[in-house]
């Protein structure tokens, strides 16, 4: 499974510390929007996968999930 690594969050961070202080070069922004496209496409596949394990409840303990929420769990 893909995940978002410390390393990516490190070099993310360098070249945002290093765009404030001294400016970047074409290659580093172009890193840096990669990286950060990267970083947002696993953080979206995450979040998607997080709330398709989510299941409503009522105050009895009934599953009131949506039927669409049930179907895309089926999946």
């Known amino acids: 499974m893909e995940k978002i690594t ?11 510390r290093k765009s404030k202080t001294v400016g970047l070069t ?3 922004k172009k890193r840096q929007n990669e990286l950060r496209q990267e970083y947002l496409r696993l953080f979206r596949k995450g979040f998607q996968q997080q709330l398709q394990n989510v299941k ?3 105050s ?4 009131v ?3 669409r929420r049930k179907k895309t769990n089926k999946c």
């Open 60 to 63: 009895q303990g009934r599953d």
């Open 6 to 16: 410390n390393e990516m969050i490190h070099e993310i961070n360098e070249l945002a």
């Open 56 to 58: 409503v409840v009522d």
């Open 26 to 28: 074409e290659s580093e």
């Open 65 to 67: 999930t949506p039927s």
